[in-house]
């Protein structure tokens, strides 16, 4: 199972450092509503890899706080084409946290699916086929 996590609402990036701009306020809450979405789903991940830039990271650790689970960092998440099985390395369950238009393109290699994943929406992957397909207003209210 591959999980696909979009991060956040992010600061504006205007003529900063790109990899150093942080979640928002509204990002954050995302990812607390992505952990505990995840956790009312009864989700055990193996592994959480997450793009080293600092929103992404952010992401990935509000996410799986309450997984009780740690986060790698993995520079094929920063930005570019990426094959999720090939970074998710052979583990079973594994959240992927990373970029658009990188995480809509990986869905549509792997799967076939042709979706726009908005900033704190989540996929799920199992054997190359999408099972589902979370918004952040989803994952929301699925948090509770």
């Known amino acids: 199972m591959i999980w696909l996590l979009r991060h956040g609402d992010a600061e504006n990036g205007?003529?900063?450092?790109?990899?150093?701009r942080c979640l928002t306020t509204k990002g954050e809450q995302q990812g607390r509503n992505a952990g505990r979405a995840l956790a009312a789903?009864?989700?055990e991940l193996d592994a959480c890899?997450?793009?080293p830039k600092a929103r992404a990271v952010e992401m990935a650790r509000l996410a799986c706080e309450p997984l009780n689970t740690a986060v790698e960092v993995a520079d094929e998440l920063a930005g570019g084409d990426f094959d999720p099985l090939d970074v998710a390395g052979g583990r079973a369950n594994v959240l992927l946290v990373g970029h658009e238009p990188d995480m809509s393109s990986a869905i549509a290699r792997l799967t076939g699916a042709n979706v726009e994943l908005k900033k704190g929406?989540?996929?799920?992957?199992?054997d190359r086929r999408l099972l589902a397909l979370f918004r952040p207003e989803?994952?929301?209210r699925i948090a509770g």
């Not at 205007?14 to 150093?20: F, I, Q, T, W």
């Not at 929406?121 to 199992?126: A, D, F, P, S, T």
């Open 14 to 20: 205007s003529g900063g450092d790109d990899d150093s």
């Open 138 to 140: 989803h994952l929301e």
């Open 41 to 43: 789903l009864e989700v």
């Open 49 to 51: 890899l997450s793009s």
């Open 121 to 126: 929406g989540l996929v799920q992957i199992e």
